[in-house]
């Protein structure tokens, strides 16, 4: 143990109690120059430093700087607002009503569903899909500038799913139109803009490229629309019947489907090209139908029990139950079955095997009636066709010529 003299004692001692002094003299300086008790140059000095502060503060959020708007967009913004700002106006939100029956059993009017459309003439013709309007006892067609009018059906085609429709535009009315663009030169990976009433959300853009051309899509079960143009643009419920646009505002297709397990864009979008619609249009317009090219025959869709019945050894293909005498496909050669049967079981009828039947059409091979009309939608009368038919275990080319008819072949399933 280290051991201390009483001199060395009372020295630490002293020391100690200086220090302590010195630190409560500190401590009660701080808190002294703490207080709000401050005298006038140290006041005046605080004072000046609030001031230099309140300058590099803003006092308000107005006194943040702002960047000037110079108007500025990129190309690509800029070709978007330029298409939006031109062709907006011409879109038009069609809903319809239904008639329906209640409890009762009375014959009332409901809402049903909504869709777009496209004024393509300054007179108020709009096209749209036929699936818009389908079983429609009331249409009516509103306008950008809030204006609605009650709309009539021009004509329909179901081939094609396509309908123009008709309103009264008010006197002096300077309606905005969409003409038709050129679909026969579009390019997988080029730009389009589709503008509709998704979710009855009126005119909204969405944008995106072509994803595929040339695309076969079954509509219903006697329709397949050929040619479709596939999109990645957002097309929902109630873009039907809007245009597919490109990066000139000229309507290069007409929004018809999407395919999604849940009703909403999935990314796979197709319209109907305008090459298809404008025929179409033109020819509802000039006959109120359109005048397709056809063949005057009776078909049956070939099964594979009708095939082990009559002995064929192909069980596809549309079989020739009858061909009207003197038209241009029994001039050409084609022929219809000479053995009845009854065919059916709930609702038998009677057709005739023993025929042609028919497995391609220039090429087309046709299995089902949807296919036999998707291969000659786009024919009108006095077109010529090859069509490839099976007849005593061999195929054959024949070629037809088309003729007009009022009404689509009477064909069977």
Same mark, same amino acid.
């Given at each position: 143990?280290?051991l201390y003299?009483?001199k060395?004692?009372v ?7 200086i ?24 006041i ?20 943040f ?5 110079n ?6 913004e800029?070709?978007?607002i ?14 319809t ?20 459309g496209?004024?393509?003439?300054k007179r ?6 036929v ?11 509103s306008?950008?500038d809030g ?30 139109? $969409?003409?038709? +663009? %050129?679909s &026969?030169s579009?390019?997988?990976?080029q730009?389009?803009?589709? #503008? @509709?009433?998704?979710?009855a959300?009126?005119r909204?853009m ?26 990645d643009?957002? $097309?929902?419920? +109630? %873009?039907? &019947?809007?245009p597919?646009?490109d990066?000139?505002?000229r309507m #290069? @297709?007409?929004?018809t ?7 909403s864009s ?48 192909i069980s ?19 022929k219809g079955?000479?053995?009845?049967v009854?065919?059916?079981?709930f ?18 091979k046709?299995s089902?009636l949807?296919?036999?009309y998707?291969?000659?939608e786009?024919?009108v009368?006095?077109d010529?066709?090859t069509v490839?038919?099976?007849?005593n275990?061999k ?5 037809i010529e088309?003729?007009a008819?009022?009404?689509?072949p009477?064909?069977?399933?």
């Amino acid at each position: 143990m280290k051991l201390y003299s009483k001199k060395q004692l009372v020295t630490y001692s002293i020391s100690t109690g200086i220090l302590a002094a010195v630190a409560v003299s500190v401590v009660f300086t701080f808190f002294k120059n703490d207080s709000p008790k401050k005298s006038g140059k140290e006041i005046s000095a605080v004072e000046k430093n609030q001031s230099e502060l309140k300058e590099e503060i803003p006092q308000t959020f107005e006194a943040f700087p702002v960047a000037a708007e110079n108007g500025s967009y990129t190309q690509d913004e800029s070709q978007n607002i330029s298409v939006y700002e031109k062709c907006n106006e011409a879109v038009v939100n069609i809903t319809t009503k239904v008639m329906g029956y209640n409890w009762f059993y009375e014959p009332i009017v409901t809402e049903s569903g909504s869709g777009s459309g496209s004024i393509i003439d300054k007179r108020g013709y709009v096209v749209t899909n036929v699936h818009v309007i389908e079983k429609a006892s009331v249409i009516n067609i509103s306008l950008a500038d809030g204006t609605t009018y009650e709309g009539t059906v021009v004509g329909q085609d179901i081939e094609s799913d396509i309908a123009v429709l008709k309103f009264e535009p008010a006197k002096g009315a300077d309606l905005k139109t $969409i003409s038709f +663009g %050129n679909s &026969g030169s579009l390019k997988v990976g080029q730009k389009v803009i589709a #503008i @509709g009433n998704p979710f009855a959300l009126e005119r909204t853009m969405t944008t995106g490229i072509i994803s595929g051309l040339g695309r076969p899509i079954q509509k219903s079960a006697n329709v397949i629309i050929r040619n479709m143009i596939q999109t990645d643009a957002a $097309i929902n419920p +109630g %873009n039907s &019947g809007g245009p597919l646009l490109d990066s000139q505002g000229r309507m #290069i @297709g007409i929004n018809t489907m999407i395919y999604s397990s849940s009703g909403s864009s999935a990314g796979v979008g197709f319209a109907i090209p305008a090459s298809t619609a404008r025929r179409v249009v033109s020819d509802l317009l000039k006959y109120g139908k359109v005048n397709r090219g056809t063949m005057k025959l009776s078909l049956v869709q070939n099964t594979a029990r009708i095939a082990n019945f009559a002995g064929y050894e192909i069980s596809s293909g549309m079989i020739v139950s009858s061909v009207k005498k003197g038209s241009k496909a029994d001039q050409a050669g084609i022929k219809g079955g000479t053995q009845a049967v009854q065919y059916g079981t709930f609702y038998p009828q009677t057709i005739y095997l023993g025929g042609d039947i028919i497995t391609e059409i220039n090429g087309i091979k046709i299995s089902k009636l949807a296919d036999y009309y998707s291969a000659i939608e786009d024919k009108v009368p006095g077109d010529v066709v090859t069509v490839t038919v099976y007849r005593n275990r061999k195929f054959e080319k024949i070629k037809i010529e088309l003729e007009a008819s009022s009404n689509s072949p009477n064909a069977s399933i």
